[in-house]
Protein backbone atom coordinates (compact mmCIF):
# COMPACT_ATOMS: atom_id res chain seq x y z
CA UNK A 1 0.00 0.00 0.00
CA UNK A 2 1.22 3.31 -0.71
CA UNK A 3 1.00 6.77 0.65
CA UNK A 4 -1.77 7.90 3.35
CA UNK A 5 -4.03 8.89 0.30
CA UNK A 6 -4.05 5.20 -0.92
CA UNK A 7 -2.74 2.72 -3.19
CA UNK A 8 -1.53 2.94 -6.54
CA UNK A 9 -4.31 3.68 -9.31
CA UNK A 10 -3.79 0.53 -10.84
CA UNK A 11 -3.55 -2.09 -8.32
CA UNK A 12 -2.82 -4.88 -11.38
CA UNK A 13 0.42 -2.65 -12.13
CA UNK A 14 1.39 -2.54 -8.68
CA UNK A 15 1.09 -5.64 -6.42
CA UNK A 16 1.33 -6.02 -3.35
CA UNK A 17 3.55 -8.89 -2.83
CA UNK A 18 5.76 -10.45 -5.52
CA UNK A 19 3.85 -13.80 -7.21
CA UNK A 20 5.25 -13.74 -10.78
CA UNK A 21 7.33 -16.74 -9.73
CA UNK A 22 4.47 -18.36 -8.06
CA UNK A 23 1.93 -17.74 -11.23
CA UNK A 24 4.47 -18.82 -13.55
CA UNK A 25 5.00 -22.42 -11.11
CA UNK A 26 1.16 -22.79 -11.88
CA UNK A 27 1.30 -21.70 -15.77
CA UNK A 28 3.92 -24.81 -15.59
CA UNK A 29 1.86 -26.71 -13.86
CA UNK A 30 -1.33 -26.16 -16.18
CA UNK A 31 0.26 -25.77 -19.51
CA UNK A 32 -0.42 -29.19 -20.60
CA UNK A 33 -3.41 -30.19 -18.76
CA UNK A 34 -6.70 -30.68 -19.52
CA UNK A 35 -9.21 -27.61 -19.34
CA UNK A 36 -9.97 -26.40 -16.28
CA UNK A 37 -13.80 -28.00 -15.63
CA UNK A 38 -16.36 -25.41 -15.66
CA UNK A 39 -17.49 -27.08 -12.29
CA UNK A 40 -14.24 -25.97 -10.00
CA UNK A 41 -16.37 -23.63 -7.49
CA UNK A 42 -17.81 -26.71 -7.12
CA UNK A 43 -14.58 -29.38 -6.56
CA UNK A 44 -13.36 -26.55 -3.95
CA UNK A 45 -14.58 -25.80 -0.40
CA UNK A 46 -13.83 -22.36 0.95
CA UNK A 47 -14.25 -20.73 3.88
CA UNK A 48 -17.09 -18.71 4.27
CA UNK A 49 -16.44 -15.20 4.89
CA UNK A 50 -17.55 -13.05 7.99
CA UNK A 51 -21.10 -11.44 7.89
CA UNK A 52 -21.53 -7.96 6.74
CA UNK A 53 -24.44 -5.78 7.88
CA UNK A 54 -24.99 -4.03 3.80
CA UNK A 55 -25.23 -5.68 0.60
CA UNK A 56 -22.01 -4.36 -1.12
CA UNK A 57 -19.43 -4.30 1.64
CA UNK A 58 -17.82 -1.05 2.72
CA UNK A 59 -14.24 -0.98 4.16
CA UNK A 60 -12.71 1.58 6.27
CA UNK A 61 -9.47 2.19 5.11
CA UNK A 62 -6.25 1.59 8.21
CA UNK A 63 -9.60 2.82 10.17
CA UNK A 64 -11.56 5.79 9.52
CA UNK A 65 -8.47 7.83 9.14
CA UNK A 66 -10.19 10.75 8.08
CA UNK A 67 -11.03 11.54 11.55
CA UNK A 68 -8.54 10.17 13.72
CA UNK A 69 -5.14 8.83 13.08
CA UNK A 70 -4.48 5.84 11.10
CA UNK A 71 -4.50 2.20 12.83
CA UNK A 72 -5.34 3.64 15.85
CA UNK A 73 -8.00 2.30 18.21
CA UNK A 74 -9.62 5.75 17.77
CA UNK A 75 -10.25 5.24 14.15
CA UNK A 76 -11.05 1.80 14.58
CA UNK A 77 -14.00 3.65 16.60
CA UNK A 78 -14.78 6.26 14.41
CA UNK A 79 -14.72 2.33 11.80
CA UNK A 80 -17.22 1.22 13.83
CA UNK A 81 -19.60 4.55 14.86
CA UNK A 82 -19.91 4.83 10.89
CA UNK A 83 -21.39 1.55 10.35
CA UNK A 84 -18.79 0.51 8.19
CA UNK A 85 -18.75 -4.06 7.76
CA UNK A 86 -14.70 -4.01 8.18
CA UNK A 87 -11.85 -2.14 9.51
CA UNK A 88 -8.26 -2.41 7.77
CA UNK A 89 -5.48 -3.37 10.07
CA UNK A 90 -1.94 -3.46 9.41
CA UNK A 91 0.37 -5.73 11.33
CA UNK A 92 3.82 -5.87 12.56
CA UNK A 93 5.89 -7.57 14.88
CA UNK A 94 8.22 -5.38 17.45
CA UNK A 95 11.74 -7.21 18.12
CA UNK A 96 10.34 -8.90 21.17
CA UNK A 97 7.16 -10.51 19.68
CA UNK A 98 4.40 -8.24 20.01
CA UNK A 99 1.33 -7.64 17.25
CA UNK A 100 0.95 -4.21 16.98
CA UNK A 101 -0.91 -2.37 14.26
CA UNK A 102 1.25 0.00 12.03
CA UNK A 103 1.18 0.44 8.09
CA UNK A 104 4.51 1.18 7.50
CA UNK A 105 7.81 -0.68 8.40
CA UNK A 106 9.47 2.15 9.97
CA UNK A 107 7.65 4.30 12.72
CA UNK A 108 8.90 7.60 11.11
CA UNK A 109 5.84 8.90 9.25
CA UNK A 110 3.43 8.51 11.79
CA UNK A 111 4.55 9.04 15.34
CA UNK A 112 7.53 11.41 16.94
CA UNK A 113 10.23 8.50 16.91
CA UNK A 114 12.40 6.83 14.35
CA UNK A 115 13.36 3.01 13.24
CA UNK A 116 12.16 0.03 12.10
CA UNK A 117 9.70 -1.56 14.21
CA UNK A 118 11.03 -5.07 13.92
CA UNK A 119 14.30 -3.56 15.79
CA UNK A 120 12.13 -2.37 18.56
CA UNK A 121 10.55 -3.69 22.00
CA UNK A 122 7.03 -3.13 22.46
CA UNK A 123 7.89 -0.82 25.55
CA UNK A 124 9.89 1.38 22.99
CA UNK A 125 6.87 1.42 20.40
CA UNK A 126 4.49 2.02 23.91
CA UNK A 127 5.70 5.52 24.17
CA UNK A 128 5.79 7.09 21.27
CA UNK A 129 3.13 9.60 20.34
CA UNK A 130 1.36 9.07 17.07
CA UNK A 131 1.00 12.05 14.94
CA UNK A 132 -2.58 14.08 15.43
CA UNK A 133 -3.86 17.00 13.50
CA UNK A 134 -6.58 17.30 17.00
CA UNK A 135 -3.63 17.35 19.33
CA UNK A 136 -5.02 14.65 21.17
CA UNK A 137 -2.71 11.97 22.17
CA UNK A 138 -2.92 9.07 20.56
CA UNK A 139 -0.42 5.31 20.86
CA UNK A 140 0.26 2.63 18.67
CA UNK A 141 -1.90 -0.03 19.94
CA UNK A 142 -1.49 -4.00 20.41
CA UNK A 143 -3.36 -6.10 18.27
CA UNK A 144 -4.93 -7.55 21.03
CA UNK A 145 -6.41 -4.18 21.76
CA UNK A 146 -8.17 -3.84 18.34
CA UNK A 147 -9.36 -7.34 18.05
CA UNK A 148 -11.02 -6.39 22.17
CA UNK A 149 -12.65 -3.53 21.05
CA UNK A 150 -13.83 -5.11 17.54
CA UNK A 151 -15.39 -8.28 18.56
CA UNK A 152 -19.37 -8.36 17.89
CA UNK A 153 -18.93 -4.56 16.66
CA UNK A 154 -16.93 -5.02 12.96
CA UNK A 155 -15.12 -7.32 10.93
CA UNK A 156 -11.26 -6.91 10.95
CA UNK A 157 -9.78 -7.03 7.02
CA UNK A 158 -5.64 -7.63 7.96
CA UNK A 159 -3.43 -6.53 6.06
CA UNK A 160 -0.36 -9.36 6.59
CA UNK A 161 2.35 -7.10 6.19
CA UNK A 162 5.16 -8.99 8.58
CA UNK A 163 3.89 -10.73 11.88
CA UNK A 164 4.09 -13.77 13.14
CA UNK A 165 1.46 -16.15 12.13
CA UNK A 166 0.87 -18.71 15.10
CA UNK A 167 0.77 -15.74 17.92
CA UNK A 168 -1.95 -13.95 15.30
CA UNK A 169 -4.21 -16.68 15.22
CA UNK A 170 -3.89 -17.23 19.17
CA UNK A 171 -4.95 -13.94 19.54
CA UNK A 172 -7.82 -13.81 17.11
CA UNK A 173 -8.83 -17.87 19.11
CA UNK A 174 -7.92 -15.67 22.48
CA UNK A 175 -10.63 -13.20 21.60
CA UNK A 176 -13.12 -15.44 19.74
CA UNK A 177 -12.95 -13.55 16.68
CA UNK A 178 -12.21 -16.62 14.60
CA UNK A 179 -15.38 -16.10 12.16
CA UNK A 180 -15.09 -11.92 12.34
CA UNK A 181 -11.55 -11.95 10.39
CA UNK A 182 -10.02 -11.50 6.75
CA UNK A 183 -6.74 -11.95 5.83
CA UNK A 184 -4.67 -10.61 3.37
CA UNK A 185 -1.68 -11.74 2.31
CA UNK A 186 1.52 -10.00 0.76
CA UNK A 187 3.86 -12.89 0.60
CA UNK A 188 3.38 -16.38 -1.16
CA UNK A 189 5.46 -18.38 1.78
CA UNK A 190 2.35 -16.28 4.38
CA UNK A 191 -0.55 -18.32 2.33
CA UNK A 192 1.23 -21.87 3.22
CA UNK A 193 1.95 -21.27 6.75
CA UNK A 194 -2.16 -20.06 7.46
CA UNK A 195 -3.41 -22.85 5.47
CA UNK A 196 -1.35 -25.64 8.43
CA UNK A 197 -2.15 -23.10 11.45
CA UNK A 198 -5.63 -21.64 10.59
CA UNK A 199 -7.09 -23.70 7.54
CA UNK A 200 -10.85 -22.08 7.94
CA UNK A 201 -9.16 -18.65 7.90
CA UNK A 202 -10.95 -16.47 4.53
CA UNK A 203 -7.56 -15.32 2.32
CA UNK A 204 -7.20 -12.53 0.44
CA UNK A 205 -4.98 -11.18 -1.81
CA UNK A 206 -4.21 -9.07 -5.31
CA UNK A 207 -4.35 -11.46 -8.50
CA UNK A 208 -1.34 -11.06 -10.32
CA UNK A 209 -1.42 -9.28 -13.97
CA UNK A 210 -0.63 -12.75 -15.57
CA UNK A 211 -4.06 -14.23 -15.04
CA UNK A 212 -6.25 -12.86 -17.78
CA UNK A 213 -8.87 -15.36 -18.23
CA UNK A 214 -11.16 -17.88 -16.52
CA UNK A 215 -9.31 -20.76 -17.19
CA UNK A 216 -5.85 -19.45 -16.05
CA UNK A 217 -8.08 -17.95 -12.95
CA UNK A 218 -9.29 -21.32 -11.88
CA UNK A 219 -5.68 -22.42 -12.18
CA UNK A 220 -4.12 -19.40 -10.06
CA UNK A 221 -7.47 -20.44 -7.49
CA UNK A 222 -6.68 -24.63 -7.62
CA UNK A 223 -3.66 -23.86 -6.33
CA UNK A 224 -4.05 -20.86 -3.79
CA UNK A 225 -7.36 -20.88 -1.98
CA UNK A 226 -8.42 -17.65 -1.56
CA UNK A 227 -11.67 -16.48 -0.94
CA UNK A 228 -11.36 -12.52 -2.28
CA UNK A 229 -9.03 -10.69 -4.60
CA UNK A 230 -9.11 -6.55 -4.51
CA UNK A 231 -7.90 -5.77 -8.78
CA UNK A 232 -10.40 -7.37 -11.14
CA UNK A 233 -11.97 -4.80 -13.07
CA UNK A 234 -11.82 -6.32 -16.80
CA UNK A 235 -15.66 -7.26 -17.31
CA UNK A 236 -15.08 -10.74 -18.61
CA UNK A 237 -12.89 -11.80 -15.66
CA UNK A 238 -14.93 -9.97 -13.03
CA UNK A 239 -17.65 -12.59 -14.41
CA UNK A 240 -15.48 -15.75 -14.11
CA UNK A 241 -14.75 -14.87 -10.65
CA UNK A 242 -18.30 -14.93 -9.87
CA UNK A 243 -18.74 -17.88 -11.34
CA UNK A 244 -16.02 -19.53 -9.81
CA UNK A 245 -17.26 -18.21 -6.28
CA UNK A 246 -14.51 -15.34 -6.16
CA UNK A 247 -15.45 -12.09 -4.29
CA UNK A 248 -14.02 -8.46 -5.63
CA UNK A 249 -13.38 -6.08 -3.17
CA UNK A 250 -11.84 -2.70 -4.78
CA UNK A 251 -10.04 0.08 -3.82
CA UNK A 252 -11.82 2.89 -4.35
CA UNK A 253 -9.64 5.50 -1.92
CA UNK A 254 -7.90 8.08 -3.90
CA UNK A 255 -8.02 11.99 -3.88
CA UNK A 256 -10.86 11.99 -5.64
CA UNK A 257 -13.27 9.91 -4.40
CA UNK A 258 -16.66 10.31 -3.92
CA UNK A 259 -19.98 9.55 -5.92
CA UNK A 260 -18.68 9.10 -9.09
CA UNK A 261 -15.69 6.78 -8.21
CA UNK A 262 -18.24 4.13 -6.18
CA UNK A 263 -20.70 4.40 -8.64
CA UNK A 264 -18.31 2.68 -11.01
CA UNK A 265 -16.98 0.45 -9.23
CA UNK A 266 -20.58 -0.61 -7.83
CA UNK A 267 -21.18 -0.99 -11.87
CA UNK A 268 -18.87 -3.18 -12.48
CA UNK A 269 -21.07 -6.11 -9.67
CA UNK A 270 -18.06 -6.29 -7.25
CA UNK A 271 -18.71 -7.22 -3.39
CA UNK A 272 -16.78 -4.53 -1.59
CA UNK A 273 -15.29 -1.14 -1.88
CA UNK A 274 -12.17 -0.04 0.70
CA UNK A 275 -12.57 3.12 1.36
CA UNK A 276 -11.12 6.78 2.68
CA UNK A 277 -14.58 8.05 3.45
CA UNK A 278 -16.65 4.97 5.30
CA UNK A 279 -19.47 6.98 6.39
CA UNK A 280 -20.58 8.48 3.26
CA UNK A 281 -19.55 5.38 1.55
CA UNK A 282 -22.18 3.18 3.95
CA UNK A 283 -25.10 6.30 3.54
CA UNK A 284 -24.19 6.64 -0.57
CA UNK A 285 -24.74 2.60 -0.49
CA UNK A 286 -28.28 2.80 1.65
CA UNK A 287 -29.23 5.00 -0.35
CA UNK A 288 -28.76 3.37 -3.61
CA UNK A 289 -27.77 -0.07 -3.66
CA UNK A 290 -31.29 -2.57 -3.34
Known sequence: ??????????????????????????FLLVACAAPVLPAFAQQH???????????????????????APENTLASTREAIDCGADYVEVDLRTTK????????????DRTTNGAGKVAD???Q???????????????RIPEFKEILALCK???NIY????????????????ATGMEHQVVVYLNKEEQYKKWKEVAPDMPL????????????????????????????????????????????????VQSPTEGPASWSEALHKGVQGLQTDKPGELVSYIKGNVQ
Open 96 to 107: DGHLIALHDAKV
Open 152 to 154: GKI
Open 158 to 173: LDFKDADISETWKQIK
Open 124 to 138: EVEELQVFNRNKKTH
Open 120 to 122: MTW
Open 204 to 251: MTSLPKEVTNKEQLAAFLGQMHIQVVDNITNPELLKAAHELGLSVWLD
Open 45 to 67: ARPALPHSKHKTIVIAHRGNHVN
Open 1 to 26: MGPIDGKNCNPADNLKFPMKLFVQKI
